[in-house]
């Protein structure tokens, strides 16, 4: 908090010194924009100061309310990631659960309410982490998309016809570069080295590109391509959860469920390219085709070690010297029963991971202007995603034990009396299982737009357009049965020991230093991931035979046919637009439901019969648009429209997914309806100079129909070894006798009331003094639902600032982002939130010629942390290090 109150206290300085050098250097209010541009026409601006004109310049041309991020050069985006560029734009902030952004979140909504377009159109996505696969959103992961291709950011904050709908909280549109737009020849490549300071590796990062046009310009060709290696390492302090338990004297508390001490490693690579054909042979024709591919290995090992305190007190066990504070016991003392077969205390899993996300595009557009009144825009394409965990091992150790732990630091301290967490006797394999998740997304399209210029009164264009757009979701889970696989295990012919796992090493030195309490438990011995793969790898059927999960396999298509038409006005200092977008959408959902008269479908969990739900829904989504020149360098901006985004895939399955640990699942409704929304923008701008803007902006989104959680016990049944299974389950009888009939917390996701998001948005981007200058902006946003539940992704505050110098040889930037504390969604039958997050990163860069430069970024350089939580602070969920980046290398371009 002091940090903020420091960077809030430079902000007040940086806008006084702003104010003053406005007030010397602003062109005077009588003078015609054109004269200041003339005055400056001389100057030629590159770097940061041209990449802040650039994209001063094409905010104030816009239609729409919208932002804009431009590269500062080709190949030289001016963050390493596409999300976390966007996060300096007011109103977007990100997440860096993972060290880095992957998915935005737009004006106070969740990130499945921001629409990303590439090049205009939908873009696939898929995810390389297990649980967003299964989870199947709709929001766009950035990871996939390189930053070095990218030319050009557009936020649209406002609606308008003729941009794709999707989006409540708003649309991005990623535009690449084309070849005619550059030099004749244009040759870019960086090379960088990137050392990640928890896992102390260092690592490539290389790319480059290729343009070049004919003497005439009427052909281009441009292709790119980058490599990029990170091995990362992630530690934590998790707690999935609480219960509640007597703990003495007639008293019950919440009780935390597991504490674990966990860390998460990973060798992430990035292969990319693409490439752009552009053919224009005279004012009256152009084509380009495009195409972009994308590959992200993640392949990930996470070892967590668990005090097992739900297990341990419902087997049976008890707790002493428990402390409680606002119904939660924050310490005591937790024992197995003595004795017992039920209720282990302790818990350790292992999983080693083969993950990756893959996207891929392609179209083909053409613009035709047979006359030069009328313009007509063709594009058809195709675009797919896989994000698959190919293959899991996933191995749990478990057995009685003996605990204390404390919460009241706010960091996790758990010390074991038994078993001792440094030898692997302690406890036995209890649970291993083999599985695979695929998530595949696809989607062909087809546009039509025609544009005819008009002099009717104060309509100057008329533009109308068709699409088609047929989508596909496809999700596939398979596993062992781990019930059946553990007591099969074998190791060199005889049932397998955990110390056939271990490694001859604990927990690193540094491990959870950051995080840690004293009485944190910071060691325990380790699972070599290769003895894993080995030993998982020799074993026989039936133990390996994979069977169907139904619950995480389905089918979604989308058939969406729609049209628009809009009308263009403008006179003498104002312009505008209105227009409706008319969009029916055809939906059938394939999946499984449990049980059912007829079961078509078995596996150890029982009979599953096979479901599809076929439907389909009109939206009429009208909007206008309106810009008024208040002078020559003020604009005011309102607008106003209708947005829909649909919901996502997994929330329109017919089937559960269930967490048989902790007996928690979520369920999806394929009559689900849309997130809709009115929503209102004004806007008022100011452009003393080509190079400073200061704007404020206000919106108002009343969504009537928020997609909410719906909580209930549902019995279900799971496979559970005799002995091991949670308390509440019952044997279900018959041939099967680990199939148990038990309790499950199920989520299910349907229409509640509505709600709306409100609040404003301030910037200022302005040169100061010399080669200094500065970026802020601060947004505010008030999301509440009419049924009182929280709003995901909403921080009410966020607040970017960065400072940069620049002259002929050096180019540096630091930039500082805060968003508040939001509410993430509901996990595991209760609420998860997180706690506010920042982050301060820099870049520096040194020309040694006209044509070689010397680079040097850092992220994270305050190493902040990520602290969770389930609804208040005095029930923490998890606490997250990631460590710092460094980037150091060379850039160059001909």
Known sequence: MTNARYLLASASIGTLLFAASAAHAQTPA???????????????????????????????????????????????????????????VPGIVVNREFGEGERVSLRGTAPNLTKTLLNGHSVATADWFILDQVASTRSFNYL??????????????SPQADVEEGGVGGTINVITRNPLDLDPLTLSASVQGVYSDLS??????????????????????????????????????????????????????????????????????????????????????????????????????????????????????????AVVQDGVAVAGNVASRAGGTQGFGVVYDAIDRAA???????????????????????????????????????IEFAGPGAFSYDLRSGRPEVSFSNPNPLNPAGIRPDFARM????????????????????????????KFGVKYTDHDRVAERFATNGGVFTPGLRCGGVPCTSADFATGSGMPGDFLDNIASPGTLRDYWRVDPAKLRQIYGSQTAPGTDRFLVPGNTYSINEKAYGGYGLAKFGGDGWRGNVGVRVIETKQTSDGFIIGGANPQFTNPFGGFTPSRAKRSYTDILPSANLSVDLSDQVVLRFAAGKTVTRPDFVDITPGVDLNGTLLTGRGGDPNLD???????????????????????????????????????????????????QPAGCVAAGGANPNLFNCPYQ????SNGDGGRNQGFEFQVSRPIWGGFGMVANYTY????????????????????????????????????????????????AAPLNQAALSSLDASVSVNITDNIALTADAINLTNEKIEQYSGSRDRPRAIYDNGRQFYVGARLKF
């Open 30 to 88: 009588t003078a015609p924009a054109a004269d200041a541009d003339a005055a400056e026409s001389e100057i030629v601006v590159t770097g940061i100061r041209g990449s802040l004109r650039e994209a001063i310049d094409a905010k104030r041309d816009l239609s729409v309310i919208a932002d804009v991020v431009t590269a500062e050069d080709v190949g030289k985006f001016p963050d390493k990631n596409v999300a976390e560029a966007l996060q300096r």
């Open 674 to 724: 849309p997130y809709r929304a009115n929503q209102y923008d004004l806007s008022i701008e100011w452009y003393p100079d080509r190079e400073t803007i200061v704007a404020l902006a206000a919106f108002y989104k009343d969504i009537q129909s928020y997609i909410v959680n719906t909580t209930s016990t549902e019995i279900l049944p799971s496979v559970f070894v005799p002995g091991s």
């Open 781 to 828: 946003s008030d999301a509440k639902a009419n049924n009182g539940d929280p709003i995901p992704g909403n921080s009410k505050h966020s607040l970017n600032l960065t400072g940069y110098y620049e002259n002929d040889l050096v180019s540096a930037r630091l930039s500082y982002n805060y968003r508040s504390k939001f509410f993430i969604d509901i996990d595991r």
């Open 356 to 394: 990756v996300a893959k996207t891929v595009s392609a179209d083909f557009d053409l613009t035709w202007r047979p006359v030069d009144s009328l313009s007509v825009h063709f594009k058809v394409g195709w675009t797919k995603a896989n994000g698959d965990t190919s293959n899991e091992n996933f």
């Open 435 to 462: 599985q695979s998740v695929t998530n595949d997304d696809e989607e062909k399209y087809f546009y039509l737009d025609v544009e005819k210029e008009v002099e009717w009164g104060p309509m100057t264009a008329l």
């Open 200 to 321: 102390g590796k260092f690592d490539p990062q290389i790319s480059g590109l290729v343009s070049w046009k004919n003497a005439d310009e009427t052909f281009g060709v441009l292709v790119g391509a980058l490599y990029q290696k990170r091995r990362t390492r992630r530690d934590g302090l998790e707690i999935f959860g609480y219960r509640s338990f007597p703990v003495g004297g007639g008293q019950s508390a919440l009780v935390p469920t597991l504490i674990g001490s966990t860390m998460f490693e990973q060798t992430r690579e990035r292969y990319g390219a693409n490439i752009g054909i552009q053919f224009r042979p005279s004012d009256e024709l152009e084509v380009n085709i495009t195409g972009l591919y994308s590959r992200f290995n993640a392949d990930n090992f996470n070892q967590n070690y668990i005090a097992w305190g739900e297990q341990a007190l419902g087997g049976g066990g008890t707790i002493s010297n």
């Open 746 to 749: 199920i989520n299910r996701r």
């Open 144 to 157: 996939t998309l390189p930053a070095e291709i990218i030319g050009r950011l557009e936020v649209y904050k």
